[in-house]
């Protein structure tokens, strides 16, 4: 087969998608669960996929479903059969990276002889590259902490593996990849659940629904599933539970021994007893992860996670809750729940920052002392300067406030000017020293009065800014809790300056 056959071979699979799958299953080998190479055949998810798919989609899956194979062998097989196409995969760590490119070598030398030494020759095969150059096409595989992942490319087929998983900011890594994405470019967006927050959660929470519909068929009306829903990008979603992996199975379980949980998901999927099985062996083995794991329903394996350091459903009831604002300042900054009352006494709180422009945030809540209500928020990039005048003015807008700075950091220099430029004199002292000093030992406390307020009174949140970062507020792998990766949690930790300023004047005046 030479060149232009390859290319026809490319255009009949554009023209007719429906062959690809019978297609991969005879042009593509790849190790099975026991080790041994063997032809591709798709699995009911791998079929799925190929029946729903867009132009651009996001996966949702439980672990082991074939999905990284698919989506590799899909892009392997455009890679060789059209003309000017680079492949990019990227793997959320080098192994994987490496793994994912080794089995790409296997379909490679898979392929006949006669392939691999004329129209597929290989001009450069090194470690993540792969270049066709009778075709002009490439193969990549890159880590998702490569800097310069994407940087001055031009890709046709763009494949993100277990973006839940990507360290650094993975926002700005997948802004960056969909920014070298060719405008008739094919994306996929594939991983596990990991937290209800970060780059892919937000992606899928943004997809769009397809149901009964075949992407496939070529009579579809692109714009319509492409644009289906006003202010998302046009990702369409795919998930697959475990179940649709006929290898998960165990040992049959009796029907007169059902849980009512297990009962609800035969009736509804149709389970059988050894599905049921390989279910209580997951619930053995993974415990309050097996929702995280081993998907069931495209929420609760979001929330099953136990990274974030407060309890999601508290966060998701009151996010559904809370109302707008009353006032809108300083271009939507500074946002105002509840005006200053001449009876109430109220505690301003500061979290500093250096006020860059790609830095964090200067953060400050308003509270009421007595009761803890949250009655105003500023989110701003704010030098100390500035952040001090705000400050300030907020303190004598709700009455001559106590004002309390995070002296941590630029809190410092705000404590300073508030002094010195803004003759500002009630302000929180700690020991005898002006400013809050968060360490180790306080931030554990102050995470965790959030908690309980957050639970106990959830009405006192009224930002859902606020509430977004405590949505991606986690413990990190040595437990050290802060914003997941990408994310802020400037006005978590204003709050928790706040509460904590209160309960100690609260408990003294009660003493």
Same mark, same amino acid.
């Given at each position: 087969m030479d060149v232009d056959a390859l290319i026809e071979l490319g255009r009949? !699979?554009?023209?007719? +998608?429906?062959?690809?799958?019978? !297609?991969?299953?005879t042009w593509i080998c790849v190790r099975g669960r026991d080790g041994v190479l063997q032809p591709l055949e798709a699995n009911a998810a791998q079929k799925e996929y190929e029946r729903r798919r867009g132009r651009n989609n996001i996966v949702l899956k439980a672990r082991q479903m074939g999905m990284t194979t698919w989506i590799a062998a899909r892009f392997f097989m455009r890679t060789i059969t059209h003309q000017g196409m680079l492949t990019v995969q990227v793997a959320h760590t080098q192994a994987a990276a490496e793994a994912i490119f080794q089995m790409v070598e296997r379909m490679w030398q898979g392929l006949p002889w006669v392939l691999r030494e004329g129209a597929? @020759? %290989?001009?450069?095969?090194?470690?993540?590259? !792969?270049?066709? +150059?009778?075709?002009?096409?490439?193969f990549r595989v890159w880590s998702a902490g490569d800097g310069n992942a994407g940087r001055g490319l031009s890709i046709q087929n763009l494949h993100c593996s277990e973006v839940s998983r990507w360290p650094g900011d993975a926002k700005a890594t997948l802004a960056g990849l969909r /920014? /070298? #994405? =060719?405008?008739?470019?094919? !994306?996929?967006?594939?991983?596990? +659940?990991?937290?209800? *927050?970060g780059a892919f959660y937000e992606e899928w929470c943004g997809g769009v629904e397809v149901v009964g519909r075949d992407l496939c068929d070529p009579t579809h009306d692109d714009e319509t599933v492409m644009n289906g829903a006003p202010g998302v990008d046009g990702l369409v979603r795919h998930f697959f539970p475990w179940w649709m992996e006929e290898a998960y199975v165990g040992e049959a379980v009796e029907a007169g021994s059902l849980r009512e949980d297990e009962g609800?998901?035969?009736?509804?999927?149709?389970?059988?007893?050894?599905?049921?099985?390989? $279910?209580?062996?997951?619930?053995?083995? *993974?415990?309050?992860? $097996?929702?995280?794991?081993?998907?069931?329903? /495209?929420?609760?394996?979001? %929330? =099953?996670?136990? =990274?974030?350091c407060f309890e999601i459903?508290?966060?998701?009831? @009151? #996010?559904?809750e809370v109302q707008e604002p009353l006032y809108r300042r300083r271009g939507g900054a500074l946002l105002i729940w509840l005006p200053p009352q001449e009876d109430r006494e109220y505690c301003v709180a500061v979290d500093t920052a250096g006020g860059g422009e790609d830095g964090d945030f200067a953060a400050v809540q308003v509270i009421e002392m007595e009761t803890g209500l949250q009655c105003a928020e500023l989110q701003e990039r704010l030098r100390p300067v500035e952040l001090a005048r705000v400050a300030a003015e907020l303190a004598r807008e709700y009455g001559g406030a106590l004002v309390a700075v995070e002296r941590n950091n630029h809190g410092s220099a705000v404590l300073a000017y508030l002094e010195s430029s803004e003759r500002y004199g009630r302000v929180y002292r700690q020991q005898g020293q002006a400013g809050w000093l968060t360490t180790s030992a306080s931030k554990p406390e102050m995470v965790a009065r959030i908690g309980v307020l957050l639970r106990e009174s959830p009405l006192m949140f009224k930002s859902r800014r606020l509430l977004g970062e405590c949505r991606t507020f986690v413990a990190g792998e040595r437990g050290r809790a802060g914003a997941a990766s990408g994310a802020h949690d400037d006005l978590v930790m204003a709050m928790g300056v706040a509460q904590a300023v209160r309960s100690e004047r609260v408990g003294r005046s009660a003493s």
């Open positions: 009949e !699979m554009d023209s007719r +998608p429906e062959l690809f799958v019978g !297609m991969a299953e597929l @020759r %290989r001009s450069r095969a090194n470690a993540g590259q !792969m270049v066709f +150059p009778e075709m002009d096409s490439e /920014a /070298a #994405l =060719a405008p008739a470019g094919e !994306m996929v967006l594939e991983s596990t +659940p990991n937290g209800a *927050y609800e998901l035969v009736e509804r999927e149709g389970l059988s007893a050894e599905q049921i099985g390989f $279910r209580r062996g997951l619930e053995r083995s *993974y415990g309050g992860l $097996r929702l995280q794991e081993f998907a069931e329903d /495209a929420e609760t394996c979001f %929330r =099953a996670t136990g =990274a974030c459903e508290a966060i998701e009831e @009151r #996010l559904a």
